[in-house]
């Protein structure tokens, strides 16, 4: 499935934040608030839009500084299989956590019986 390239338009609808699966968007690491940038700015200084302190554009996982010189068509394809490795991740984290759970109530289940075992002796 081809995901459809956006125009790059230079947001003049700014009230209505639309974030695109290639913006990067992160906290501003001064007052906190969601900032949101192209992908193409990841690594540059920018001015906050809310407190205006310059913050540095994080460059997401998996990406490198040196990718923004390919052509875009190729940090999007990078960009997306970044993104479905994370959310394989994700679920296999989910997983284990519930594994986890199982495990834990399986311990739960042999140390009362431990200490049953034990109080009847
Ligand atoms: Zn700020």
């Not at 984290?93 to 009847?120: C, F, H, K, P």
């Amino acid at each position: 499935m081809a995901e459809k390239i956006q125009e790059n338009s230079v947001s003049a609808e700014a009230e209505q934040v639309e974030i695109r699966d290639t913006d990067i968007s992160f906290d501003c690491p001064n007052c906190g608030k969601q900032l949101v940038i192209d992908y193409r700015g990841a690594g540059l200084e920018i001015e906050c839009s809310f407190c205006g302190s310059h913050v540095l554009v994080p460059i997401p996982d998996g990406m490198q500084l040196a990718d923004l010189d390919l052509d875009p068509g190729e940090i999007l394809k990078q960009l997306f299989a970044t993104r479905r490795n994370y959310q394989k991740a994700e679920l296999e984290i989910q997983a284990l956590r519930t594994r986890l759970v199982q495990l834990q109530e399986t311990l739960s289940v042999m140390q009362d019986a431990i200490a049953e075992g034990l109080g009847e002796h």
